[in-house]
């Protein structure tokens, strides 16, 4: 009796109106299998306080599809989570919140006074979670997170095998991480709001990623180790920060920034590597550094107190920096043979060197006041 009765208050304070948990799991082996799994919360203003939802799909086997949706109020939290064992499977994971953590001020009755309302006073707010594994060939992942701030939204992707897509967009205070292993690997990354944080990973042959950032206090890492890598990252906000690292051969890297106090650093270690880094506003800095034969750097600047930096060793090296604006500064080193740098600075009080040591070099450096 005593047991059941536990149970019993167990089960009554867990689907009680301020404690609302949903908690729902999809386990599917087979082919051409289709898991939806939706959930929604309490929306009144007290019901929903601490409620939350988690889900967790499993699937093995071929042609699959996995869908988690979110809907969390007030205060709660979602947590999705899903594995896929085989080929052509597909995860969406749709997460929407509104809060995340606080406390209620009961209310009551004080004779002569009146009657007082029960009051909820958020600490924290909102918090979504997503984790997605496949394994297999042709497997796509879609990940689309939303909410307010706070904690915001995490999502960590990995994914195992041939021909791998991975898609995030997150809308708050966000970070993600993502990682594929394979060949013919794709990963784009949309975030916007204030301290996002993208790292991804690829490993392999054919690697793409595209990388979104729009607010303030924004990273963006990528590392891509393999052949013909190429990597995108945009940033539009103040004070972002951008780490590209390539290893292989036919590597590929573009950054462009818009706003205030960015960073972006580019590192390249192999063959035929290009590296375009475009910055517009004050306060920005740029560093590339290249290693290997045949690499072609470029960085343009345009605004107040920009600063490139360029450091090539290898032979048939090309640096590029063009700056516009005032305050400006351009350095670049170059170690090898055949190497060549060209420097040009536009407007007033901006500042350049360039030193090169090897055979059959060639820099040039062209500066005007206007």
Not at 23 to 51: H, K, M
Not at 143 to 150: D, E, L, S
């Amino acid at each position: 009796m005593r047991t059941l009765l536990l149970a019993g208050t167990a089960l009554a304070f867990v689907a009680s109106p301020a404690q609302a948990f949903n908690v729902g799991v999809i386990g599917q082996f087979g082919n051409n299998n289709n898991g939806p799994l939706n959930q929604l919360d309490a929306p009144p203003l007290l019901g929903a306080d601490t409620s939350g939802n988690v889900g967790a799909g499993v699937s093995v086997g071929n042609n699959n599809n996995l869908q988690i949706r979110q809907r969390a109020n007030y205060w709660s939290l979602n947590t999705a989570s899903g594995v896929q064992f085989g080929n052509n499977n597909t995860q969406i994971t749709d997460q929407e919140t509104s809060a995340g953590f606080g406390i209620v001020i009961p209310g009551g009755c004080i004779p002569f006074l009146g009657c007082f309302p029960s009051v909820p006073i958020p600490l924290d707010v909102h918090s979504n979670t997503a984790y997605t594994v496949q394994l297999g060939d042709n497997n796509f992942s879609y990940t689309y997170q939303r909410g307010g701030g706070g904690p915001g939204n995490y999502s960590g992707t990995l994914q195992v095998g041939f021909a791998n897509g991975n898609a995030v967009f997150q809308v708050g205070a966000n970070s993600q991480d993502t990682v594929q292993l394979g060949f013919l690997n794709g990963s784009v990354t949309g975030q916007f709001g204030e301290s996002n944080r993208s790292e991804t990973f690829q490993l392999g042959v054919l690697n793409g990623q595209i990388t979104l950032q729009g607010g303030d206090f924004n990273r963006a890492g990528t590392t891509q180790v393999g052949v013909l890598n190429a990597s995108a990252t945009l940033q539009d906000g103040a004070f972002n920060e951008s780490d590209t690292n390539q290893a292989g051969v036919f590597n590929g890297s573009l950054t462009s920034q818009i706003g205030v106090g960015h960073d972006a650093t580019t590192t390249q270690v192999g063959l035929l590597n290009g590296s375009q880094t475009d910055q517009v506003g004050f306060n920005n800095e740029a560093n590339t550094a290249q290693y290997g034969a045949v690499n072609r750097s470029r960085t343009d600047q345009v605004g107040v107190n920009n600063t490139a930096d360029t450091l090539q060793v290898g032979t048939f090296n090309r640096s590029g920096v063009n700056q516009n604006g005032t305050n400006n500064a351009a350095s670049v080193n170059q170690f090898g043979n055949g190497n060549d740098s060209i420097v040009a600075q536009s407007n007033s009080s901006n500042w350049a060197a360039v030193g090169q040591v090897g055979n059959g070099n060639s820099a040039t450096i062209t500066q005007s006041n206007w």
